[in-house]
């Protein structure tokens, strides 16, 4: 799983897109729901396998994940911890800083995470490999675009980048309009695996929506 977007402005606004490319036959929530982890409070669809979420907002970040770090790895459980409950540890501390050099990654399979704050314009990436975390600081990028290692090649990264790069008046309704034209259909090369839903975060004028939309085909 899956393609990320993020546009971002100088003001700190930004839009989070996320299309999931999962197993169709993974359950998850239709609806988004607000729910607490460690007593902080998360907007978010629920991965009902985990009981945890591949993207969420609170009040401080806007946070979601991908499978795989730079290159791809073998799946091999059983793994300590979900990815889904992982991205939610974020709540347990004040900065995506404390988060990234502290939480406990031993035991999780590899992921990409991207998070933004809420509160400035910091945006940054942790990716795991299964023995190294990496940090990578974007806050100064005005575009930052995603794609899972184990589902794309370099050349479709490639495309992906190439297609947000281009996409004029970046507005909440067009880049969603573009994830859509990106998602992954049914194909022989991964079997069950499609874009199963996109989420889009926006953070515009102080006022954060996320608008989530399921995928039946």
């Known amino acids: 799983m899956c393609i990320v977007s993020i546009f971002s402005k100088d003001n700190g606004d930004f839009l989070l897109t996320h299309n999931r490319d999962e197993s169709r036959l993974r359950p998850f929530s239709d609806q988004v729901q607000t729910s607490e982890y460690d007593q902080k409070k998360w907007t978010g669809p629920v991965d009902w396998v985990s009981g945890g979420t ?23 459980p059983p793994y300590r911890m979900s990815r ?99 998602k992954m259909l049914p194909n022989n090369q991964f079997e069950t695996v499609q874009t199963t839903s996109i989420t889009q975060i926006s953070h515009l004028d102080h006022q954060t929506d996320l608008k989530f939309c399921p995928i039946q085909i």
Request: aromatic share 12%; hydrophobic share 40%.
């Open 54 to 76: 591949w993207i969420y907002y609170s009040e401080k970040f806007a946070a979601c994940i991908l499978n795989g770090g730079y290159v791809k790895h073998s799946h091999r």
């Open 84 to 182: 889904g409950l992982l991205i939610l540890e974020l709540l347990r501390y004040d900065s995506i800083d404390q988060f990234s050099s502290a939480v406990d990654l031993e035991g999780i399979e590899p992921f990409t995470m991207m998070v933004a704050s809420m509160n400035s314009t910091e945006k940054k990436i942790l990716v795991w490999d299964g023995s190294q975390r990496f940090v990578e600081d974007r806050s100064a990028e005005k575009l930052i675009v995603r794609s899972s290692t184990p589902l794309y090649t370099v050349e479709e990264k490639s495309v992906h980048f190439k297609s947000f790069d281009e996409l004029e008046n970046p507005t909440p309704e067009r880049v969603f309009e573009l994830h859509d034209r990106l």
